[in-house]
Every structure is written in structure tokens, then in C-alpha cells.
């Protein structure tokens, strides 16, 4: 199978410096479906670099044909992969300014909206083709003009995404089960996608706040047909979704070749790639609300014991871990019983087990909206 591999350089910010974005490239550059997979947005989870270089080896035997395009950024941050502190990697957010490197991307619905006012027409297909044009172009307009090497790193990405059916933005947690998170508009169509991963959580939001990379390609086409209505169809043309793949210490040669798996056999289903994926796996879950996942925080410092594991079903008042305060007078009053506000799945947990005021120690994704949880539904 036939692999191009490209490197786009980033601007430097710093005298004798360079960093670039490796992409590798299979198929009809100009075929449809298109599939883009990047991991490491955050730099330092590492479970989805592994998944993609066994997704590569497994493109490469070629066993199936290519019926579209696929489009792979294995290290989607070289910015935050370069972001070492005294032996740590600083992965997660921009030590130039403070931004998580999974925010803050472009929301271009409106640009795009009054490019293509007028323009549309009843055919969807012609309505699509020409909405991902303008894209493109905006993109590439603001990409020339971009100040820094974070806002262009944000663009280029989705210039190498504006014009796919799929995007899969491969993440982790801290310690947590698979998770996926996806926009309300595109189900239950994209039901398929946790049920081929085996993800017993599926999150909902069309809005989860703070712009994150997979929202700023799929919500445009909401907004687009709020905008325009049905007298000129704008279909939800972009599958992308923010996929989570279990903690940060799963990483294995072994997990990573079970989870290229699903990516392909998911693939094969859509028809980028030829082949019988097997029937669609029963979904392990039902999907829940975003704004009924309760993040539960620690209300004073101490060390955090968990009474339930990863996966357990829980409900509203049952504890889930005491919060402990070794340098109490007595042992009996250093010891705070924390409690479900929901009845959910707990698919988060810490593994460092000290914690401090108001982090975050759990999350349950429940099945009904919780009060108070709006705006920003994501931890930063």
C-alpha cells in the first residue's frame, strides 16, 4: 500500500530552532471518505501515538484496498512534546501563554456562512463541496496571517481535517476506562463508532466549551444548517470526535494492536477502506449527556482512597472514596467520606493519590442533565 509521508514546518519561535508535523498519506488525495487520525494533541499522552504506529504497519501490509483517503498525524503536537521540566514533559498546555493545547481552536461557521450565502443550492452533495472549499480557504487565509506558533500549529491541523467525513482525535485520561466524546447532532448516526471501539462511555454535547479541536470541525455544519434551513440541505458532514483512550499508563504493544483494530475495522465499515469489518458490536452503554457527567472534586487537601474501581455502576449519595488528612489530632475526624451526586458509570479516576482543593478526583458520566453544569463541561 502506497504511503506518502509529508512534514510541515512550523514557524520558529526561537533563533536556531525548528519543529514540523510529520502526515502520513494513503490513498486518492481527492477520493471521499476521507479519514484523519491524529494522537498526541496533548504531547504527553501517549496511548494514541502507539495505536497509530500499529494503524500504520497495518495500512502498509495492505491487505485491504484504500476505497478513500486516510490521513495520519501520529504527534499532532511537536510543541508540547518539546516542553520538558526538570524531566517531565509539559504536554498538555502552552507554557508561551497558559493555553490548553486542545482549546482555543477557531469557530469559523460565520466566515464561512457569509462566504457561501446565496450560493447554495438544493443538492447536498454540491452544498458540501462547496462549504469544505471555503473552508479550506479560509483557513489558509488566516492560516498566512497567523501570529505564533501555536495558532498556526492550530490552523495547519485543520486544514489537514476541513475536508474529512471522519476525524478521530485520539486522547487519554489520567486512570480511566475508553471514552468517547461526540456531538449530539451526529447521533444516532454515529452510533457505529463506540459501538467498533468497545467504549462503555459515549458523551453528548454540541457545545462543550472552550473550542476544542474535533467541535471546530463538526459543529460548523450544525451551525451552518441552523443557519440556512432546509430549503438548501447542509448535512452533518463531519464525523469527528474526541476519543479517549483508557489512562495514561495504558500503553502496549498488545492494547495498542487491539485498538488499531477497532480504528480499522470501524474504517472498513464506513468504506474507507475495503473489506468485512463483521457486524456492528451492540453499543456497551447507552450515550450519556455531557452536562450529566459530575466531575467530583476534592473539597480540602489530603490523601485520596478510592472505595469503588474503574467501571462501577453507582448512584447518587453512595461514597466512592475517602479523603484523608494524616496530620489530624484524631484519626477519626481526619478521615471525609466522598459521595456520588449521580447515579453513573465512574470512568475517571486519579492515579496520583494526593490531591489538593478543588481537583478533580472522579468522573461519572450519569444519564440525566446535572444543575449548575453549563459552559465550559470539560476539565481543563
Request: glycine letters at 10%; a negative charge.
Amino acid at each position: 500500500m502506497t504511503r506518502i509521508v509529508s512534514r510541515f514546518p512550523l514557524p520558529p519561535m526561537s533563533l536556531g530552532t525548528e519543529r514540523h508535523l510529520t502526515v502520513h498519506a494513503y490513498g486518492d488525495p481527492d477520493a471521499h471518505p476521507k479519514a484523519y487520525v491524529q494522537a498526541g494533541l496533548h504531547a504527553g499522552e501517549l496511548p494514541g501515538l502507539l495505536v497509530q504506529h500499529h494503524l500504520i504497519r497495518r495500512l502498509d501490509a495492505g491487505e485491504d484496498p484504500i476505497l478513500g483517503q486516510i490521513v495520519l498525524v501520529p504527534v499532532a503536537n511537536p510543541i508540547g512534546q518539546s516542553q520538558l521540566l526538570r524531566g517531565q514533559m509539559i504536554g498538555r498546555t502552552s507554557l508561551a501563554d497558559g493555553t490548553n493545547f486542545n482549546r482555543e481552536y477557531p469557530d469559523l461557521a460565520a466566515a464561512v456562512g457569509d462566504a457561501v450565502a446565496g450560493r447554495l443550492g438544493k443538492d447536498t452533495e454540491t452544498n458540501v463541496a462547496l462549504i469544505r472549499d471555503v473552508f479550506a480557504e479560509i483557513l489558509a487565509d488566516q492560516a498566512a496571517h497567523a501570529e505564533g506558533e501555536g495558532a498556526y500549529l492550530r490552523l495547519t491541523l485543520m486544514r489537514l481535517a476541513c475536508d474529512a467525513d471522519i476525524v478521530l482525535d485520539l486522547h487519554c485520561d489520567d486512570d480511566a476506562t475508553f471514552h468517547v466524546y461526540l456531538a449530539d447532532h451526529l447521533w444516532p448516526d454515529a452510533a457505529d463508532l463506540p459501538a467498533f471501539l468497545e467504549s462503555p462511555v459515549t458523551m453528548l454535547a454540541n457545545e462543550s466549551g472552550g473550542n476544542p479541536f474535533d467541535e471546530s470541525l463538526s459543529k460548523l455544519w450544525f451551525d451552518l444548517r441552523n443557519r440556512f434551513g432546509a430549503a438548501t440541505p447542509v448535512p452533518s458532514a463531519c464525523l469527528a470526535s474526541t476519543v479517549e483512550l483508557r489512562g495514561g499508563g495504558d500503553v502496549g504493544d498488545a492494547l495498542a494492536e487491539d485498538d488499531a483494530d477497532r480504528i480499522y475495522r470501524f474504517l472498513q465499515h464506513r468504506g474507507v477502506i475495503g473489506g468485512d469489518p463483521g457486524p456492528v458490536p451492540d453499543l456497551l452503554r447507552p450515550a450519556t449527556p455531557l452536562n450529566g457527567m459530575e466531575i467530583v472534586k476534592s473539597p480540602l487537601p489530603g490523601i485520596v482512597s478510592y472505595r469503588v474501581p474503574l467501571g462501577a455502576e453507582v448512584v447518587a449519595g453512595q461514597p466512592v472514596a475517602d479523603l484523608i488528612d494524616p496530620t489530624a489530632d484524631d484519626p477519626a475526624e481526619g478521615r471525609i467520606e466522598i459521595t456520588a451526586g449521580t447515579d453513573g458509570f465512574v470512568f475517571a479516576r486519579k492515579t496520583h493519590r494526593f490531591v489538593w482543593p478543588g481537583e478533580t478526583i472522579a468522573k461519572i458520566a450519569g444519564g440525566q442533565p446535572l444543575a449548575g453544569r453549563a459552559g465550559k463541561l470539560l476539565t481543563d
